[in-house]
């Protein structure tokens, strides 16, 4: 496999580092893309001294900034032929945060970062995908969607650029939840649209990994004891890494496109039922979703306003 090509956004830390000491182990062409060169270069060494694999690149990429992606996006296809692995591993979740933040082009940040950049940044790479004989998409999705189960949860669809920043209440947690609700879906309808280029778009429900000390740093007083208390048990960010290479390279993904895939890389199902002993089983199992991400209206919307958002 030493001829195939890899992106992995958010590589410097976490999953996205392990996913890409993972791949370079299995002799692929890594690119990091990140925002931070600084401490990413030091990465990229440590990854190319550990592996032995000297085709590990690192290009600089802002997710939440749709200038930044199509600079990266540029710079990628002059220097590489084509794109076998596409990897929306990098996502904004700031513990602590209380106040709203915007984008470059005035995008609440969680939404700029986990929804619309990856959107605008596959979009942009489906040619140079199209030239591979086996392209692969996997966005990073959460277990945090769980909260739509709640049939009280909406994604906040007239608040995405702070528009009620003033009036609304701001909350990190359900900002990012949203997020990636929204990345679920648009992963369904990309892998529709891209599928007759042959072109398969997954997502991986993530489950708990070990945070970081920087990450557990940021959070309130009650939730870092919480969070260490967690991490006693919490697995690596390597055992996802894994289930990133095995969704993008096994056979038994070959045919796969516009499913949401849990840690036990199965596939989930949408609810059947959202009510009673049925609701407790979604909550508290990881083989189904919310049916509020396959509702056409929501997956219309999310999908017109990402063209919109992205388009010039």
């Given at each position: 496999?030493?001829?195939?090509?890899?992106?992995?956004?958010?590589?410097?830390?976490?999953?996205?580092?392990?996913?890409?000491?993972?791949?370079?182990?299995?002799?692929?062409?890594?690119?990091?893309?990140?925002?931070?060169?600084?401490?990413?270069?030091?990465?990229?060494?440590?990854?190319?001294?550990?592996?032995?694999?000297?085709?590990?690149?690192?290009?600089?990429?802002?997710?939440?900034?749709?200038d930044s992606i199509r600079s990266f996006c540029t710079a990628f296809k002059s220097k590489y032929p084509?794109?076998?692995?596409?990897?929306?591993?990098?996502?904004?979740?700031?513990?602590?945060?209380?106040?709203?933040?915007?984008?470059?082009?005035?995008?609440?940040?969680?939404?700029?970062?986990?929804?619309?950049?990856?959107?605008?940044?596959?979009?942009?790479?489906?040619?140079?995908?199209?030239?591979?004989?086996?392209?692969?998409?996997?966005?990073?999705?959460?277990?945090?969607?769980?909260?739509?189960?709640?049939?009280?949860?909406?994604?906040?669809?007239?608040?995405?650029?702070?528009?009620?920043?003033?009036?609304?209440?701001?909350?990190?947690?359900?900002?990012?939840?949203?997020?990636?609700?929204?990345?679920?879906?648009?992963?369904?309808?990309?892998?529709?649209?891209?599928?007759?280029?042959?072109?398969?778009?997954?997502?991986?429900?993530?489950?708990?990994?070990?945070?970081?000390?920087?990450?557990?740093?940021?959070?309130?007083?009650?939730?870092?004891?919480?969070?260490?208390?967690?991490n006693l048990t919490n697995p690596l960010p390597s055992g996802m890494a894994d289930n990133y290479f095995?969704?993008?390279?096994?056979?038994?993904?070959?045919?796969?496109?516009?499913?949401?895939?849990?840690?036990?890389?199965?596939?989930?199902?949408?609810?059947?039922?959202?009510?009673?002993?049925?609701?407790?089983?979604?909550?508290?199992?990881?083989?189904?979703?919310?049916?509020?991400?396959?509702?056409?209206?929501?997956?219309?919307?999310?999908?017109?306003?990402?063209?919109?958002?992205?388009?010039?």
């Amino acid at each position: 496999m030493n001829n195939k090509i890899v992106i992995i956004t958010g590589a410097n830390s976490g999953i996205g580092k392990a996913a890409a000491l993972k791949f370079a182990k299995e002799g692929f062409s890594v690119i990091m893309a990140c925002r931070n060169l600084e401490i990413s270069k030091a990465v990229q060494k440590e990854i190319m001294e550990v592996t032995k694999n000297t085709n590990v690149d690192l290009i600089e990429l802002d997710v939440s900034s749709f200038d930044s992606i199509r600079s990266f996006c540029t710079a990628f296809k002059s220097k590489y032929p084509r794109l076998d692995i596409l990897i929306h591993n990098a996502a904004y979740l700031n513990h602590g945060e209380k106040e709203y933040k915007l984008s470059p082009e005035h995008i609440e940040l969680s939404f700029a970062t986990n929804t619309f950049g990856p959107f605008l940044m596959t979009r942009l790479l489906a040619d140079h995908l199209t030239k591979s004989s086996d392209s692969r998409v996997l966005n990073a999705c959460t277990t945090n969607i769980k909260n739509f189960f709640d049939p009280k949860r909406k994604i906040e669809f007239d608040n995405l650029r702070g528009e009620l920043k003033g009036k609304r209440p701001y909350s990190t947690y359900k900002m990012y939840g949203d997020s990636k609700m929204a990345l679920l879906m648009l992963t369904f309808k990309m892998a529709e649209e891209y599928k007759s280029m042959g072109i398969k778009i997954n997502a991986l429900q993530i489950n708990r990994v070990k945070l970081s000390k920087e990450t557990i740093e940021k959070m309130h007083s009650v939730w870092k004891v919480f969070a260490r208390v967690q991490n006693l048990t919490n697995p690596l960010p390597s055992g996802m890494a894994d289930n990133y290479f095995q969704i993008c390279t096994s056979e038994a993904f070959n045919d796969v496109t516009g499913q949401l895939i849990n840690h036990k890389l199965e596939i989930l199902q949408p609810s059947t039922s959202e009510k009673g002993f049925s609701q407790l089983k979604n909550i508290f199992g990881s083989s189904s979703y919310p049916r509020y991400a396959i509702d056409r209206q929501n997956v219309e919307q999310i999908w017109r306003l990402s063209n919109t958002l992205t388009e010039g």
